[in-house]
């Protein structure tokens, strides 16, 4: 008996398989046998160029059915699908392929020729490449092969996925996400958010990230279709499909943008059933703002990499603004303080969870992942938080430094390690100020080297060299020195508090 998650995904699929499994923006449609036929190509292809059971097939690519076929077609054979945000510089792409050690490296047509020796000297077997309406060597490769029917049989305890992410120090770690770990949160998440035959997914998340992979298109995979699959998120082109659509999730990002917008109207949302958002907190006001544009009370969630998700606010009940709800049925949630005691409703403390959905671990990091779990299993989140009397979960901060912009992650450490060997700088402390579009803006406070008259336009221009456009400081500010504590840490809850009014509420530098 199989726990590989793409044998409950196939058999979810219409018995109809002319049905619509997807559309793109560009009209094109994608039948469940047009899917399926994609999916056992692409595994004949992956198979044949390394990618045995547990080897990990790195993915870097644009929004497309092709992408979704490519990773079904991972699963499938019982390899490791390993996401990667298109964004990722040369820079960052080597630490990811030097430290997953991928059998198999898929980027974008355009750029694979200045990635192949890249990926070659990390030892990557096999590089190739997909674009966006069928185009690269890998569809090409794939209609030259057989079919591959056969589906892997692995333990639900095996590696399904890993998602790089990262603390305030030191490097990207990949968390590794099992078939049991993707199969429990899909299956909860089917449930709990009401989803039956007939409803139709408005996509405009990247395919990279947990919420656009994992929760949307496995929510769909589990619900046997329909998603109507947008390359990016487009305000005007969201509004122009939405009246098709019964589910629509975003980023507080996209929820600004779509009010910001004079044709988003009441009608415009019509059709819409729920309204998710979450990957950053949802401002009160954007709820209340929302509701009183469509009617509609968004349902706002709480998940990370390492655990998928965690809380919702419920389908049918009060949805509680600046609040991610309540714990997912099978999940536990505690805030405790910094020795793991339980705190009491209305005190700040860790969030920790326990459940099913909880990841195995960080890839071939045994020590790291053995201190970020309590002894009774817990993982600790570094999330701070508070929980009303009737269970209701509030985050408050992080314990970590981490900015979401934009619903990205961005670690201040990677920035400052990339911005503190430029010439001219002596060092600097990235931190997240307040942004009206971005939720957080990633600034940096940078203290010159002696004689040096750097300016913003330079340290922008530099760091984008190394950096994703996400990770880009959005201001410099220039101080003589960095504040620090008596043991002589930055303290970073300083800045915040002087810089905080760097932005407008339109998000324009001041």
């Known amino acids: 008996m199989s726990d590989n998650i793409y044998l409950t995904f196939q058999r979810s699929f219409s018995e109809d398989r002319s049905a619509i499994f997807l559309e793109a923006a560009d009209g094109r449609q994608v039948t469940f046998s047009d899917l399926e036929c994609l999916i056992c190509r692409y595994a004949s292809v992956l198979a044949a160029s390394g990618a045995m059971p547990g080897q990990r097939v790195a993915v870097q690519v644009d929004a497309s059915p092709e992408n979704i076929a490519l990773y079904l077609a991972t699963l499938k054979i019982g390899a490791i699908y390993l996401p990667l945000n298109t964004a990722y510089t040369n820079y960052e ?16 047509p355009e750029v694979i020729d200045s990635l192949e020796p890249l990926a070659k000297s990390r030892g990557v077997q096999t590089t190739l490449s997909l674009g966006t309406r069928g185009d690269g060597s890998l569809p090409a490769a794939a209609r030259a092969v057989e079919s591959y029917h056969g589906v892997v049989a692995v333990a639900k305890d095996d590696v399904a996925a890993i998602l790089y992410t990262s603390g305030t120090t030191g490097r990207s ?6 078939h049991g770990n993707l199969l429990s949160n899909t299956e909860t998440l089917h449930r709990e958010w009401g989803f039956v035959p007939g409803d139709i997914l408005l996509h405009a998340l990247p395919l990279y990230h947990i919420h656009g992979l994992f ?4 929510i769909m995979l589990l619900n046997g279709g329909r998603i109507l ?17 019964t589910v629509f999730m975003g980023v507080p990002t996209y929820y600004t943008r779509l009010l910001a917008h004079p044709d988003f109207t009441t009608d415009s949302a019509e059709n819409i059933r729920l309204f998710v958002s979450g990957s950053a ?7 209340d703002l929302f509701e009183n544009r469509t009617g509609h009370r968004i349902l706002e969630r709480y998940g990370m990499s390492e655990t998928g998700m965690n809380c919702s606010n419920p389908l049918v009940g009060e949805r509680r603004p600046g609040t991610v709800g309540l714990p997912l049925t099978g999940v536990s949630i505690r805030i405790a303080g910094k020795d793991g005691r339980p705190l009491s409703a209305g005190q700040t403390g860790v969030i920790e969870v326990k459940g099913p959905n909880v990841f195995k671990g960080y890839w071939k990091l045994p020590e790291k992942t053995a201190a970020e779990f309590r002894t009774d299993g817990f993982f600790v989140t570094g999330d701070l938080g508070q929980h009303s009397e009737d269970g209701y979960v509030t985050i408050v901060g992080r314990d970590k430094d981490l900015i979401i912009s934009g619903g990205l992650n961005v670690y201040p450490k990677e920035v400052e390690e990339v911005l503190d060997r430029l010439p001219g700088i002596a060092e600097s402390a990235v931190i997240a100020l307040p942004h009206g579009d971005y939720g957080e803006a990633v600034a940096a406070v940078v203290v010159r080297s002696g004689g040096c008259h750097l300016d913003q336009e330079t340290v922008i221009r530099s760091a984008a060299e190394k950096l994703a456009k996400f990770k880009i400081p959005k201001k410099v500010i220039f101080v003589d020195e960095l504040p620090r504590n008596s043991m002589g840490k930055v303290q970073k809850n300083v800045l915040r508090d002087q810089y905080r009014e760097c932005f407008t509420v339109e998000g324009m530098a001041k």
């Open 215 to 218: 929760v949307a298109v496995n």
């Open 93 to 108: 792409l080597d630490f990811f392929l030097g430290d997953a050690t991928p059998a198999v490296f898929i980027a974008r």
């Open 173 to 178: 770690k990949g968390a590794m996400l099992t």
């Open 281 to 287: 907190p949802l401002l009160p006001e954007t709820f």
């Open 229 to 245: 699959l947008l390359p990016r998120f487009d305000a005007e082109l969201v509004i122009r499909h939405m009246r098709r659509a």
